[in-house]
């Protein structure tokens, strides 16, 4: 059973859109929510982080928005241009020690130039 | 060190063979997870260790899997008698105890004919 619903699974964006998507998850024992980025071929690569404790975190074009209440996450990638195109994937893990991932199905996003 | 290590990146095997994979983590994290991802889905979590100690196992590790950390260093993860269900990549990350971000290997792809 995922623990981490994701959504869309595929996007496709023009040069300097807006990109967003979507994470779900159900355990509230969850305190920490990384996003990844990942190229073909390659290990998923740390992208931005949040904790429950702020609603909105951002680093350079990427931000993320957290909803305790409706157990909700997004990430949005402004301006986004090509070399943005990589699969991306939600994350969640609990706290208390215990630091495996639960990971969303992952959003393939395409931005066309 | 320039990160996590995986070795192979690609291996082919007959069904019913063993096949063993290495792991090199960045040398002062301590915390070494092993990760399988199949195609279209984010990873999941097989197995961690801190320092040499496998402190946790997923219920998708058969009987068939196992994995080891000797020196508290590199790892191994053995898959024996593979069948065309394991093929998949197998992804290793690693941390500092206490940290919440991962660094991932680039991973081992495995294919099962």
């Known amino acids: 059973q995922q623990q981490v619903k994701q959504s869309p699974q595929s996007l496709i964006v023009q040069k300097g859109g807006i990109s967003i998507i979507n994470c779900a998850y159900e355990?509230?024992?969850?305190?920490?929510f990384p996003w990844y980025q990942q190229f073909p071929g390659k290990g998923p690569a740390l992208l931005i982080a949040?904790?429950?404790?702020?609603s909105e975190k951002k680093e350079g074009r990427f931000t993320i928005s957290f909803n305790k209440s409706a157990k909700q996450f997004s990430l949005h990638i402004m301006d986004s241009q090509p070399g943005d195109s990589a699969t991306y994937f939600c994350?969640?893990?609990?706290?208390?020690?215990?630091?495996?991932?639960?990971f969303g199905a992952g959003t393939t996003v395409t931005v066309r130039a | 060190d320039t990160g996590v290590s995986q070795d192979p990146r690609h291996k082919i095997t007959k069904r019913g063979q063993n096949v063993t994979f290495r792991c090199d983590p960045i040398?002062?994290?301590?915390?070494l997870y092993w990760y399988r991802q199949t195609l279209g889905q984010g990873p999941e979590f097989l197995t961690y260790?801190?320092?040499?100690?496998?402190?946790?196992k997923s219920r998708l590790l058969s009987d068939r899997f196992s994995a080891e950390r000797p020196k508290g260093s590199f790892s191994t993860l053995e898959i024996q008698r593979t069948e065309q269900g394991d093929s998949a990549m197998y992804l290793c990350?690693?941390?500092?105890?206490?940290?919440?971000?991962?660094?991932f290997g680039s991973g081992t792809r495995l294919t099962v004919v």
């Open positions: 990350a690693s941390s500092l105890a206490g940290g919440r971000g991962y660094t």
């Open positions: 355990n509230t024992a969850f305190d920490y």
């Open positions: 949040i904790r429950p404790d702020v």
């Open positions: 994350a969640a893990s609990p706290g208390s020690n215990d630091y495996k991932l639960s």
């Open positions: 040398s002062e994290h301590n915390r």
């Open positions: 260790f801190q320092n040499e100690a496998q402190l946790e």
